[in-house]
């Protein structure tokens, strides 16, 4: 059973910071190019980052350029998200996404609220 679980939401104040953390289970995690998304209400779904299955190569949204992380750890299947310097438009629902051959695994999201 494919499983991604987000964990590390909640709330901080602006300019703070937050560590995103996915586990999974269930597929061969290493294969699998990893990406960090969010929807805020009201807002389309937005990719933030992604990160390759082999290289590590990243890429981030101009948003989140120079504040964001992602990483993972193939020996531990899990794919982290650090998040810097926060903003309250930063504030959304954090998705966790496997991509490979189109194969498409989803997590059910973790909530992100950017207030003082």
């Known amino acids: 059973q494919v499983q991604l679980v987000e964990s590390g939401g909640g709330l901080v104040q602006p300019g703070g910071s937050l560590r995103l953390s996915c586990a999974a289970s269930?597929?061969?995690?290493?294969?699998?190019?990893m990406s960090w998304y969010r929807q805020a209400p009201g807002k389309k779904r937005e990719l933030v980052a992604v990160?390759?299955?082999?290289?590590?190569?990243?890429n981030y949204a101009d948003s989140v350029k120079g504040r964001f992380t992602i990483s993972r750890d193939n020996a531990k299947n899990t794919v982290l998200l650090q998040m810097n310097s926060l903003k309250p438009e930063d504030t959304a629902v954090y998705y966790c996404?496997?991509?490979?051959?189109?194969?498409?695994?989803w997590g059910q999201g973790t909530q992100v609220t950017v207030s003082s």
């Open positions: 996404e496997a991509y490979w051959r189109g194969s498409q695994y």
């Open positions: 990160i390759s299955s082999t290289r590590g190569s990243t």
């Open positions: 269930g597929f061969t995690f290493s294969s699998y190019a």
